[in-house]
Antibody, heavy 122, light 111 residues
Framework: QVQLMQSGAEVKKPGASVKVSCKAS????????IHWVRQAPGQGLEWMGIINPSGGSTNYAQKFQGRVTMTRDTSTSTVYMELSSLRSEDTAVYYC???????????????WGRGTLVTVSS | QSVLTQPPSVSAAPGQKVTISCSGSSSNIGNNYVSWYQQLPGTAPKLLIY???KRPSGIPDRFSGSKSGTSATLGITGLQTGDEADYYCGTWDSSLSGNWVFGGGTKLTVL
């Protein structure tokens, strides 16, 4: 069925990096953008950025530029989100979400992964 | 502090109607489509409304969306206990470098 399957929970030390995967199935991987959204404990949703699986182009939220890298592997229909220089404030559930292509004004997220908990602690 | 402003909480009795507001500006809601998401406790968000007022297949017509100027509204009629959740609005913000933005979220309690 149509789904996004995310990798398992991670525990990292401050200053380390984490790489979360999101494997798409049940639809044409290159026909939809993939977004990353995170949610700190008890907090709201925060958009991190987007990758176009077709060409690999990315657009990162200003807050994360320089620390986040999104890549994709079309052979396995998988998108990756790597966040570096981790700090305690990065402790959150990280979601991948599918959305239509085109400009930002037309975006929405119609399919979500179950989320990956990343805990940053010394 | 979110760019989009939502009330922290709303409540209503089963069977009643509730509305959740989402206030923004001309750089976001005023010139872009709005979508709404429902997040049940411990689960991933789910798309309820896109393009201001369209419902994905499988979303009951108890849920509706509207937009006027720089504000958007989610309406839920015939409230059920299963509707207790957090609700988020979202849209593109064309100011600065351009970002997708979410509202701070509204906790719906069905009394």
């Amino acid at each position: 069925q149509v789904q996004l399957m995310q990798s398992g929970a991670e525990v990292k030390k401050p200053g380390a990096s984490v790489k979360v995967s999101c494997k798409a199935s049940g639809y044409t991987f290159t026909s939809y953008y993939i977004h990353w959204v995170r949610q700190a404990p008890g907090q709201g949703l925060e958009w991190m950025g987007i990758i176009n699986p077709s060409g690999g182009s990315t657009n990162y939220a200003q807050k994360f530029q320089g620390r986040v890298t999104m890549t994709r592997d079309t052979s396995t229909s998988t998108v990756y989100m790597e966040l570096s220089s981790l700090r305690s404030e990065d402790t959150a559930v990280y979601y991948c979400a599918r959305g239509p292509g085109g400009g930002g004004g037309y975006w929405y997220f119609d399919l979500w992964g179950r989320g990956t908990l990343v805990t940053v602690s010394s | 502090q979110s760019v989009l402003t939502q009330p922290p909480s709303v409540s209503a009795a089963p069977g009643q109607k509730v509305t959740i507001s989402c206030s923004g500006s001309s750089s976001n809601i005023g010139n872009n489509y709005v979508s709404w998401y429902q997040q049940l406790p411990g689960t991933a968000p789910k798309l309820l409304i896109y393009d201001n007022n369209k419902r994905p297949s499988g979303i009951p017509d108890r849920f509706s969306g509207s937009k006027s100027g720089t504000s958007a509204t989610l309406g839920i009629t015939g409230l059920q206990t299963g509707d207790e959740a957090d609700y988020y609005c979202g849209t593109w913000d064309s100011s600065l470098s351009g970002n997708w933005v979410f509202g701070g979220g509204t906790k719906l309690t069905v009394l």
